[in-house]
Nanobody
Framework: QVQVRESGGGLVHPGESLRLACEGS??????VAWFRQAPGNEREFVAA???????HYADSVKGRFTISRDNAKNTVFLQLNSLRPEDAAVYYC?????????????????WGQGTQVTVSS
């Protein structure tokens, strides 16, 4: 059974950091992406990493968030620094077996249940 599971969300103050993890099981993934959805908003692309570790970021998180992967553990990380209240959302990990990383959510076959990130003073 193929599964994708996120962890690492929580409540932080503005300016603080979190590290999210996305662990896959059941198969080795190629490209992995993070999306987020805040209440009343559509799901939006945050960051993606290809099978070859090329990275892509939404403009709103460039310079603050970093995506990386540990292939030995089939895990992708998202380091969230300098968090802002507008970063608060449920963060979802999505994966595909092919290696090319897309920013479109429709390209991904496997999704986790999400992890909540709350940024509040």
């Amino acid at each position: 059974q193929v599964q994708v599971r996120e962890s690492g969300g929580g409540l932080v103050h503005p300016g603080e950091s979190l590290r999210l993890a996305c662990e896959g099981s059941g198969r080795t993934f190629g490209a992995v992406a993070w999306f987020r959805q805040a209440p009343g908003n559509e799901r939006e692309f945050v960051a993606a990493i290809s099978g070859g570790s090329a990275t892509h970021y939404a403009d709103s998180v460039k310079g603050r968030f970093t995506i990386s992967r540990d292939n030995a553990k089939n895990t992708v990380f998202l380091q969230l620094n300098s968090l802002r209240p507008e970063d608060a959302a449920v963060y979802y990990c999505a994966a595909r077996t092919a290696g090319y990383a897309y920013t479109n959510s429709a390209a991904y076959d496997y999704w986790g249940q999400g992890t909540q990130v709350t940024v509040s003073s």
